[in-house]
């Protein structure tokens, strides 16, 4: 670990443990999982065989021989031997019994429009359909990676699993991402198929969304990864409304489809451990890496945590608010969801357009009964008051909180106010690289805490290690990396061809003999900083490196430096995660210029405008610091604590070995003047 990252005796640990919540009687009654020996049952001495209960939860060509190849380290292998499909999974198989249950419920941002129904019998259809397209118009194979940038729509889960169903490999990019962006994945991923739409609503404005993919291939092909074919959806079907179409390499799936109506596009049956997908997250040295989640472990342990800690049942309504284009939407909203067969609502807009009533009209009329959301989401509607979601009748019995942690205060809020007593309420942590949650309660097992993820789940082994490897005692209150004794189904498979950055990133602070082939010797390190109280509750106390999480997105502060160091007039760049009530973190940029250029609100203005165009307006800075020099050590390494500290008004500590300390003081008076 560099200087300038966080190290386990900077991670502040000020929270008081707060005290036990059990879950309504009401759920408990009905929850899925209500046996308390489930942690028993789920010990080491039982792994890894304890997950086949995961892998029974769906329907395979051939059952596997092996639970867990872990022959070769830390590159786990799950289910081998078997063969399945996801989009089998996820669809054929509820057709006997549900193929007239709503798969989906669309809710367009804009109000008045119609809420669609899309059966699982209709999802059927429309995914044998594209699949068709891609296999038989785009020539996609098995092993293909196929390139999806979309909003939120109906037609982003037909895309996946129709790539699923060929056994070819989906690269979702975040539909708020820019060109550049999603250039980035395509060149990564080799992937020659881009799959777009025209536009859809946001704030009430249309945005041409096709105008993304007209830049993403021209940059791909710029450094020689040519884009085969653009297929676009259109948000109104025959109605189209992006950028000019460019003839040979852009075509409306909604001309193309007519030829492939009706053609059934039998399921591939896939190994076991066979890739599913990649989900490019921002990483610290700045080029984005690309997460490989495999077939039968993932959508086991997704179809296994949205039954068991999500609770989702026959009957239920499920709401999960996040976006498709991050892993909590493939596994919360996609994957898990219809291997379970379950009703989603899938909503276009944001959370409080037109007004901040929106998500409580949509959960009264559709009947929500589990809701699901981030931090960010719940710190957004508190602003509103707690008189707006009281005007509406709806009644949950399960409300999640996903992607950063929540304060026990904003926790409380959300169970009073949104939930009114009567739900449980389940604070998740996991990441990208996890596939599934990993730490929680279970709702009808474990008593609530405000402010804590919870103990791990069953089968999931946390531990929190000091710098040096040693165990931080539970109870002790002090704070260290969080780390996973044990690997399990929802895991990673690697990083896309980098498979070194993988073991380096993942298991190379604390693995002591690379030669092991023994899993024990290969902890996962998480990169979070967390602390466990003596009841084995974890609170999580932030990222241990350069990534910041805006309102539960993950962004590379090297990714944001890279595209300011692409201005002429800028010399150096830093970003730093500053604190904000709303999201949690924002990103805030120290620059400093080559010598003879002006500092001037032009200039900043373009510094903010390079941000948005090449990584998103999600990355929007709060300010930009002009400043005359960067605080440096001697060997040059920029000292982002030091600025982080400045940008949060903390104590900022001893700056005497710096090889520039003047320049902090003039930096502290510029940033707090």
């Known amino acids: ?29 009905q929850a899925n999982l209500t046996d308390p020996t489930i942690y028993e049952r789920f010990n080491l001495d039982n792994f890894p065989h304890y997950f086949t209960e995961y892998a029974e939860l769906l329907d395979w060509y051939q059952k596997w021989d092996r639970v867990l190849d872990d022959s070769n380290p830390p590159f786990w292998r799950w289910f081998t031997g078997g063969q399945i499909n996801a989009a089998y999974n996820c669809v054929d198989r509820h057709l006997p019994a549900l193929q007239s249950k709503v798969a989906y419920y669309f809710v367009s941002e804009r109000e008045d429009d119609p809420v669609q129904s899309l059966t699982y019998r209709e999802l059927y259809w429309r995914v044998n359909e594209f699949a068709a397209i891609l296999r038989d118009f785009a020539g996609v194979q098995k092993g293909d990676r196929v390139t999806i940038h979309m909003p939120m729509v109906p037609e982003l889960p037909i895309a996946m699993l129709a790539c699923a169903r060929l056994g070819a490999m989906h690269s ?33 404005k249309w945005l041409d969304h096709k105008e993304k993919a007209d830049v993403a291939v021209a940059r791909a092909a710029e450094v020689g990864q040519p884009v085969d074919k653009v297929l676009i959806f259109e948000r109104h079907w025959g109605q189209y409304g992006g950028s000019p179409l460019v003839e040979g390499r852009d ?46 472990g993932y959508l086991s342990y997704a179809a296994a945590t949205s039954k068991y800690v999500l609770d989702i ?38 959370p409080t357009y037109p007004d901040a009533g929106r998500p409580w009209r949509i959960a009264e009329r559709l009947g929500v009964t589990i809701f699901h959301t981030s931090p960010t989401a719940i710190r957004s509607l508190r602003q509103f008051g707690e008189e707006i979601p009281q005007k509406y009748h709806y009644r949950f019995k399960l409300m999640a909180t996903v992607g950063e942690p929540i304060e026990p205060d904003v926790w409380r809020w959300y169970f009073h ?89 993942y298991y190379g602070k604390y693995n002591k003999n690379p030669e092991s082939k023994d899993w024990r010797d290969w902890p996962y390190m998480a990169g979070d900083g967390a602390m466990m109280a003596a009841d084995g509750y974890l609170r999580i106390l932030g990222r241990i490196d350069d990534v910041i999480n805006v309102a539960g997105h993950r962004l590379g502060t090297k990714e944001l430096e890279s595209a300011v160091l692409t201005l002429d007039e800028v010399a150096e760049a830093a970003v730093v995660a500053a604190h904000d009530e709303i999201k949690g973190a924002m990103p805030e940029i120290y620059v400093s210029l080559h010598p003879g250029v002006e500092a001037t609100p032009q200039l900043t203005q373009k510094i903010v405008d390079v941000i948005v165009r090449d990584i998103g307006p999600i990355a929007r800075p709060r300010h930009v610091w002009v400043v005359p020099d960067l605080p440096k050590t001697r060997s040059g390494k920029i000292m982002r604590r030091i600025l982080a500290a400045i940008s949060d008004n903390r104590e900022i500590g001893d700056v005497t070995t710096l090889a520039n300390p003047e320049v902090v003081e003039t930096i502290q008076k510029m940033a707090r003047p």
């Open 1 to 29: 670990m560099s200087d300038e990252h966080m190290t386990s005796s900077d991670i502040e640990v000020h929270w008081r443990e707060e005290e036990y919540i059990n879950s309504p009687a009401s759920f408990v009654a």
């Open 172 to 204: 979702v990019v975040f539909g708020g991402f820019s060109g550049q962006a999603c250039a980035d994945r395509i060149i990564d991923s080799q992937s020659r198929i881009l799959v777009t739409m025209d536009g859809y609503y946001r704030n009430g």
């Open 251 to 296: 075509f409306l799936v909604s001309q193309l489809a007519p030829r492939y109506r009706g053609q059934v596009v039998e399921p591939e049956p896939m190994p076991g451990e066979a890739p599913l997908f990649l989900m490019y997250t921002s990483g610290s040295t700045g080029k984005p890496k690309g997460i490989q989640h495999g077939t039968a």
């Open 313 to 350: 049942q026959p009957d239920d309504v499920y709401w999960c608010m996040a976006d498709i284009g991050w892993i909590t939407g493939h596994s919360y909203i996609v994957y898990g969801p219809l291997a379970l067969g379950a009703t989603s609502v899938l909503y276009e807009g944001g």
């Open 417 to 505: 106010v949104i939930g009114r007593g009567q739900a449980a309420v389940v604070d998740t942590w996991w990441q990208t690289e996890t596939g599934g949650h990993l730490c929680s309660t279970i709702p009808a097992i474990k008593p609530m805490k405000p402010g804590s993820a919870g103990p791990g789940l069953p089968g999931i082994h946390p531990v929190v290690l000091d710098e040096t490897g040693q165990e931080v005692a539970p109870g002790s209150g002090e704070g260290g990396y969080l780390c996973i004794r044990n690997p399990w189904p929802g895991i990673m498979q690697t990083i896309w061809g980098d498979p070194e950055r993988y073991v380096r990133t």
